[in-house]
């Protein structure tokens, strides 16, 4: 498995932006379809968005296409997620993860590696 560190967290105002990072440790993080996922207060955790591990493919969850990007660098062994247009109920711990042929699901059962998460906080 790969060992995943996730930065970049913080408090911004609603319709400011984020930049998430995570960084991998683990020499075939170039194998790796890498994910992002989110769990706020009292609710389970949910899809965001993940990324084929040749980078040619991306899949968003519907309530953050246009304002969310995910994107790697396999030579840095690091995946991002840049977030625009912040929301309130975008509020959330945010979570990366990877897995081996992960890239066609959304359930977070079926991504065997998890980094420890950030939090994000979007004040109104």
């Known amino acids: 498995q790969v060992q995943l560190v996730e930065s970049g967290g913080g408090l911004v105002q609603a319709g400011g932006s984020l930049r998430l990072s995570c960084a991998a440790a683990?020499?075939?993080?170039?194998?790796?379809?890498m994910g992002w996922f989110r769990q706020a207060p009292g609710k389970e955790r949910e899809f965001v968005a993940a990324m084929r591990w040749s980078g040619r493919s991306t899949y968003y969850a519907d309530f953050v296409k246009g304002r969310f990007t995910i994107s790697r660098n396999n030579a840095k062994n690091t995946v991002g997620l840049e977030m625009n247009d912040l929301k309130p109920e975008d509020t959330a711990v945010y979570y990366c993860?990877?897995?081996?042929?992960?890239?066609?699901?959304?359930?977070?059962?079926?991504?065997?590696?998890w980094g420890q998460g950030t939090q994000v906080t979007v004040s109104s």
């Open positions: 683990g020499r075939t993080f170039s194998g790796y379809d």
């Open positions: 993860a990877a897995g081996i042929g992960s890239y066609s699901t959304t359930q977070s059962s079926r991504w065997p590696s």
